[in-house]
């Protein structure tokens, strides 16, 4: 029943008229969303933080929203081609983005964001604007949040090999604010220990009063590969780009003809990263309906292939050709290095995690983490086979009440005289997810993935049922929330 946008230190405030291409280009490069979507969907009514604050509060949704002072937006309000170039602040500017931090925390925001992530890159290919920042620019700001005294810092890092600087540099930032600070926490294939060496770091901090949690999730973050989605394994074969600009429908009918299979499969696919990642099959599975989160590895297209003695193309193309062309692949790329997710159970019942990460609304094309929390609900609880599980009142108040109290709001999350009537209704042996689908129903008609569950029998916002047995009824009782409030 509340939502909070501006992770990752993208957004789009404070932002200059000049300036709105750039911001554009960090979000369809970071999360995923197409640039006309935002082009048509954007009034651009504003320039300061305050400025969208208001213009936000003017506005009705069916959740209450938070929101956080993105550094890249920041950096370029700030510095201009500078800030976009990731030059180094001067002191000028250091002060100029630490007064701006401010000025959006005392106008509402909960916080300040800001991403240390090389993957995170523009539509251009470009690191995002925060990528480098020194630690001088990110301490004047830490000490900004400081000086209001509300809010926190949240950071998605890049550790690997440079750990011991990059957790260091956290742990001065948040020790000299004395504010919370959350980090991403996931087990990566490249590192798949380290998430236990950030714990204990994590832990040795708040045994020294120094205020860090990781923030987890309960599945792997993954991308979802389809004919009718942005990615699958066929993208750069020469023949898929006749059937891009068609639609599904039309694809399907030719990705029938048995000699169109036959010339796609045959096509060499390419070398970049992405198409080495889509083809990956030893970590690609077939979906389902209802969807398997933690799939057996014997499972995987990879596998089936050395057991059937196959081209593993052969065993995709038909795989996503089922239900008309819109079957889905599952492709697992943090969490699952192991081949399950026991690492996944450890992070959720540590006491210095939160439960976060899902990008609902964005990477609108390749996955659907809207569903984040009911799979954490119903999985982690009741339908995990491949391992321990957690209790169900352990869970619920991590989803609620403890996300609730870590950045900062005091009036929800817990069902008792004087609180918010914020509250789901759940139909618990009645819970599942059902298998996404695509809806065609964004700005200038594009397309995102929607995952629906059945279970939840009613939702209500500040009293007001917004969704009641799986459908909206058109209230909006949801306002922006501000975190001086």
């Known amino acids: 029943t509340t939502v909070l946008m501006g992770n990752c230190g993208v957004g789009f405030a404070p932002v200059r008229p000049e300036d709105h291409d750039m911001l554009i280009s960090v979000m369809e490069g970071v999360e995923d969303i197409p640039e006309v979507v935002m082009r048509e969907g954007l009034p651009w009514t504003w320039a300061s933080f305050p400025d969208y604050l208001d213009m936000l509060s003017a506005r009705q949704f069916d959740v209450d929203v938070a929101t956080q002072v993105p ?3 920041l950096r370029v309000f700030v510095m201009g081609k500078r800030g976009a170039e990731r030059e180094e602040a001067t002191a000028a500017d250091r002060k100029a983005m630490a007064e701006l931090t401010a000025e959006g925390i005392r106008a509402g925001a909960f916080g300040f964001s800001t991403s240390r992530l090389l993957q995170h890159q523009t539509a251009e290919g470009e690191p995002i604007p925060s990528y480098g920042a020194a630690e001088a620019e990110l301490a004047e700001i830490a000490d900004a ?7 926190w810092l949240q950071v998605v890092g890049d550790y690997g090999a440079a750990i011991d600087q990059e957790f260091g540099l956290l742990t001065r930032l948040a020790k000299r604010s004395g504010r919370p600070l959350t980090l991403t926490l996931l087990q990566t294939h490249a590192y798949p220990e380290q ?8 832990a040795a901090a708040d045994a020294d009063g120094i205020q860090i949690t990781g923030q987890v999730r309960g599945r792997p973050t993954s991308t979802l590969l389809g004919f009718e989605l942005s990615e699958n394994p066929f993208l750069g074969c020469p023949s898929w780009q006749e059937l891009a600009p068609l639609t599904i429908d039309e694809r399907v009918s030719i990705l029938r003809d048995p000699s169109f299979r ?15 990642r889509l083809r990956d099959w030893d970590w690609i599975y077939p979906f389902g309906d209802p969807p398997e989160y933690e799939p057996d590895p014997s499972t995987s297209i990879g596998a089936e292939a050395r057991r059937r003695g196959i081209d593993p193309a052969e065993i995709a193309y038909d795989l996503m050709l089922e239900n008309n062309g819109r079957a889905i692949l599952y492709h697992p790329m943090t969490n699952y290095a192991d081949g399950g997710m026991d690492a996944v159970h450890a992070m959720l019942g540590h006491p210095n995690t939160l439960i976060g990460l899902g990008d609902g609304g964005a990477h609108v094309g390749i996955m659907c983490d809207a569903t984040d929390m009911a799979h954490t609900l119903t999985y982690w ?30 009036d929800r999350g817990s069902i008792a005289p004087g609180m918010r009537a914020d509250i789901n209704v759940v139909d618990y042996d009645a819970l599942q ?53």
Request: hydrophobic share 40%; net charge positive; glycine share 12%.
């Open 71 to 73: 550094h890249a937006a």
């Open 145 to 151: 949040v400081a000086d209001v005294g509300r809010g």
């Open 195 to 202: 998430w236990q060496d950030l714990l204990t770091r994590i």
């Open 262 to 276: 036959a010339r796609l499969i045959a096509e060499p696919a390419g070398n970049s990263a992405q198409i080495k």
């Open 381 to 410: 609880t009741r339908d995990r086979a491949r391992g321990p599980k957690h209790g169900l009142e352990d869970m619920v108040r991590r989803l609620t009440s403890a996300n609730a109290r870590a950045i900062g709001l005091q």
């Open 433 to 485: 997810l059902n298998a996404p689908e695509v809806h065609y129903d964004l700005p200038a008609g594009g397309k995102r993935i929607l995952q629906h569950c059945t279970g939840f029998d009613a939702t209500l916002v500040a009293g007001v049922p917004t969704w009641r047995d799986g459908k909206a009824t058109g209230a909006l009782p949801g306002r922006l929330l501000r975190s001086h409030h």
